[in-house]
Each structure stands twice: as structure tokens, then as C-alpha cells.
């Protein structure tokens, strides 16, 4: 039964990010396309910015940058195997050599590599098949990033 | 290569990866389900390590990656909002105020805690902004917020 307060979900909005520096990931973001949104300090009566970015292609793809990154804190390296923890977002890109255009471009402006363009198929639990081209990089603080191309499953 | 190679490339957002415990993940799928997500594909990690994966998707927020691999705990929220590079919540818009507490509460309903109750945020700065926004832990103390966006102009275009 669905809950009348679902009809209330418009969309996705955005996933929040800790940065370390923020000029760095605001010219990263940019450069991959983001455009500036929103931005204000926060906590209030600090220097922090917080400010939200989305895309050219897509209102809904969007991220928050928090300037509170702490080197205190670093990214855990098995952060994903974490439960709870939200630890990539993934932008689909129109064709499979799309996603190749989009690995090669992320590290033309100083990603780093988490896996290279890689065409996989997912056995389906109920007999089918899902096929996707996948790639992965990091950003400028780890945060990891993925490019995908999706079928329809058979 | 140029940023508008890049940007022609994409289509845009596709999902947002949440690892959970293997013992929570019926229970997960439902609570998502809750929320107007369905399970759209089910499989196994590809490394072969026979950890459960799927997508969820819902008609107007796009997919949900779930990977059923999660152990530990997530650090308290000072540190996780401290972690760099760390993504640390995900956001559902709504169309009016008073969805932002219907929403809440619907969470709550499904197993989600308080973390913080529907309240006006509002931002003056750089740029304005009036919105309502409520944040719950969800069943794997993932946090997730819900906000209702009222306005927004550049301060400076309204001198």
C-alpha cells in the first residue's frame, strides 16, 4: 500500500560531500561540468562554504560540498564496505563510449583512477541479464565517482 | 578534450551506492520501498565474493544502489561530516512545505530515528535561501534529509 506522503517525493535533490579545500573541489566540480546553485557559510559566523552544485545535463545531479573536511578524519580506505555509509555517486552518460569520454576527461582535470572504462554483465537473481560499461574515479579528497551506461535488462 | 565534450556525454544523475548488512537487506529494501522505491534488478557483486547487490528505483528519484557487504558502524555524525571526501547524507525534495513532515513522519513510520525534526532553515548570505528540512537516521543509520525549497536569489540582484 503506498503511503499518501510518497506522492509528496518530487525528485532526488543531492548527495552531501565533505571537502577539504574548497576552491580546489568547487574548480574540480565546475570543470566536470557542475554549475553553482546555492552558497552560504556555515556554520553560521564562520568562513565556511556550503554550497550546492548541479549539473549542466541534469538539475537532479547534483552535490552539497561541506567545507569541514579534517585531516583528523581521513577517508577510511574501506569506507564502502561500511554499513550505512553512502559512498559513490553515478552519473549515466548517454552512450557506452560515453562513459570512455567522460573517465578520460575526469582525469584530464586531476582525477585519479579507481577502475578504467570495463564493460560488465550482471546475472539477474531472477534469470536475466544486466549489461553496463562502468568506470570509476576518485576526486580531489577520495570521494569516489562513477560513469555508467546502462541497458535495459534482457 | 572540453568541459562541453564532457557535458554532452552525460545524461545525467543515475544513483547514489548505500552499503547495508547482509542480515538487514529485506529489511532495507522494504523500508526504501516505504518511500516509493521498487526493486528493479537484483544480483551478486561481480568480484564473486557472493555479497547481494541491487538497484532500486523510484519513478521520480532515480536509482538506489544497494550493496549488501556493510559491517561496522558509521562514525558519530561530528566525525562522519568531518571524514573528507566522505558522502554523508542523501536528500528527497518534496513539492510543498507540509510534505517535508508528512515525509518525516512516513520515515519514521518505517523504522527510521529523529535526527533532526521539520524546521525552517533559513540562509542569508551569499545567497538566500528559505527552505524546511528534517534529517532521519535510516535503518542503517544512514542519514537522510528531506527538503522543501522556497526561495532562492543572489543577494546581490536584490539591491
Redesign the interface.
Known amino acids: 500500500m503506498c503511503n499518501d506522503a510518497v506522492k509528496g517525493i518530487s525528485a532526488y535533490h543531492h548527495t552531501a560531500l565533505c571537502v577539504s579545500d574548497w576552491a580546489r573541489s568547487m574548480d574540480f566540480y565546475q570543470r566536470l561540468g557542475f554549475n553553482l546553485l546555492i552558497d552560504f557559510l556555515w556554520p553560521e559566523g564562520t568562513s565556511l562554504h556550503k554550497t550546492i552544485l548541479i549539473h549542466e545535463a541534469d538539475p537532479t545531479l547534483s552535490v552539497e560540498l561541506f567545507e569541514a573536511g579534517d585531516v583528523s578524519y581521513p577517508l577510511p580506505e574501506q569506507h564502502m564496505n561500511t554499513k550505512g555509509a553512502f559512498w559513490h555517486i553515478c552519473f549515466q552518460t548517454h552512450t557506452e563510449e560515453d562513459v570512455d569520454i567522460a573517465y578520460s576527461y575526469a582525469i584530464s582535470i586531476g582525477a585519479t583512477s579507481r577502475m578504467e572504462p570495463t564493460s560488465m554483465r550482471h546475472v539477474l537473481t531472477d534469470g536475466g541479464y544486466l549489461d553496463v560499461r562502468a568506470a570509476f574515479v576518485f576526486g580531489p579528497d577520495g570521494e569516489i565517482l562513477e560513469f555508467i551506461n546502462q541497458k535495459e535488462a534482457e | 578534450?572540453d568541459?562541453n565534450?564532457?557535458?554532452?556525454?552525460?545524461?545525467?544523475?543515475?544513483?547514489?551506492?548505500?552499503?547495508?548488512?547482509d542480515a538487514?537487506w529485506d529489511r532495507v529494501i522494504e523500508f526504501y520501498k516505504?518511500?516509493?522505491f521498487h526493486l528493479k534488478?537484483?544480483?551478486?557483486h561481480?568480484s564473486g565474493n557472493g555479497k547481494r547487490?541491487a538497484f532500486l528505483e523510484?519513478e521520480?528519484?532515480?536509482?538506489l544502489?544497494l550493496?549488501g557487504?556493510?559491517?561496522?558502524?558509521?562514525?558519530d555524525d561530528r566525525?562522519l561530516?568531518?571524514?573528507?571526501?566522505?558522502?554523508?547524507?542523501?536528500?528527497?525534495?518534496?513539492?510543498?512545505p507540509e510534505?517535508v513532515d508528512?515525509?518525516y513522519?512516513?520515515l519514521l513510520?518505517l523504522g527510521a530515528e529523529e535526527r533532526i525534526a521539520p524546521r525552517e532553515n533559513i540562509?542569508?548570505?551569499?545567497?538566500e535561501?528559505d527552505s524546511r528540512v528534517a534529517f532521519v537516521y535510516?535503518l542503517?543509520?544512514?542519514i537522510i534529509?528531506?527538503?522543501y525549497l522556497k526561495v532562492?536569489q543572489k543577494k546581490e540582484s536584490r539591491s
Open positions: 578534450m568541459r565534450v564532457f557535458c554532452k556525454a552525460v545524461k545525467g544523475y543515475h544513483h547514489i551506492a548505500l552499503t547495508v548488512s538487514r516505504g518511500i516509493g534488478y537484483s544480483f551478486h561481480p547487490m523510484s521520480k528519484a532515480g536509482y544502489e550493496f557487504m556493510g559491517t561496522g558502524q558509521l562514525p566525525e561530516m568531518h571524514t573528507t571526501g566522505k558522502f554523508f547524507h542523501m536528500c528527497l525534495a518534496v513539492d510543498k510534505d508528512a515525509v513522519e512516513l513510520s540562509q542569508r548570505s551569499s545567497h535561501m535510516g542503517e543509520r544512514e534529509e528531506v527538503i532562492m
